[in-house]
């Protein structure tokens, strides 16, 4: 069974830094494209970022490109995303998922609160 | 950068009715589509990829349907359990993004 755990987020000041983390198992993690999606209170899904298996390709949302880094230590079967230069507009319930190899995410894990607010 | 538009933003169908939400593309995505079902406070499920393919372990009831830029997603006869908010997403474009649409709600009617 898949499984994706996600770390806390948090209350994070306008312009500051938050790195979430995401481990993944029962499935072998090096082979999939990870996905970060995000949903702001009351509001739809919105696509973040995504990396391949290898993490040498990296794709981001226009929203979040150039603040937000993406990437993933295979040998720890975690996936990570680097928020820096937050915004309010930001604030959101971040979800971790796996996509499959036809490109579609296959499995979502609990989503994150992060805040930001002064 | 490709546009899905779903309709409509609110369903209100009685149980055992059958349901249908639309999705469009602003450009042709091929048959690269996905269907998710979200239910309150819960992380999105997966029902449907390849616009037509039920997901492991998705009932019959859910169909999807359509390739280019027009979508269907179809639940035959409403159960409880299928409130909740419906959401396409396309997995086409190049260089890759993966646009989501903005949601149809299916609520008792």
């Known amino acids: 069974e898949v499984q994706l755990l996600v770390s806390a987020g948090g209350l994070v000041q306008p312009g500051g830094s938050l790195r979430l983390s995401c481990a993944g198992s029962g499935f072998a993690f090096v082979t999939y494209g990870m996905f970060w999606v995000r949903q702001a209170p009351g509001k739809g899904l919105e696509w973040v970022s995504t990396i391949s298996g290898s993490g040498g390709s990296t794709y981001y949302a226009d929203s979040v490109k150039g603040r937000f880094i993406i990437s993933r230590d295979n040998s720890k079967s975690t996936l990570y995303l680097q928020m820096n230069s937050l915004r309010v507009e930001d604030t959101a319930v971040y979800y971790c998922?796996?996509?499959?190899?036809?490109?579609?995410?296959?499995?979502w894990g609990q989503g994150t609160l992060v805040t930001v607010s002064s | 950068e490709i546009v899905m538009t779903q309709s409509p933003a609110t369903l209100s169908v009685s149980p055992g009715d059958r349901a249908t939400v639309s999705c469009r593309a602003s450009q042709s995505v091929s048959s690269n589509l996905a269907w998710y079902q979200q239910r309150p406070g819960q992380a999105p499920r997966l029902l449907i990829y390849?616009?037509?393919t039920r997901a492991t372990g998705i009932p019959a009831r859910f169909s999807g349907s359509g390739s280019g830029t027009e979508f269907t997603l179809t639940i035959s006869s409403l159960q409880s359990e299928d409130f909740a908010v419906y959401y396409c997403?396309?997995?086409?474009?190049?260089?890759?993004?993966?646009?989501f649409g903005q949601g149809t709600k299916v609520e008792i009617k």
């Open positions: 390849g616009a037509s």
């Open positions: 997403q396309q997995y086409n474009d190049w260089p890759p993004t993966w646009t």
């Open positions: 998922a796996k996509g499959a190899r036809e490109g579609f995410i296959d499995s």
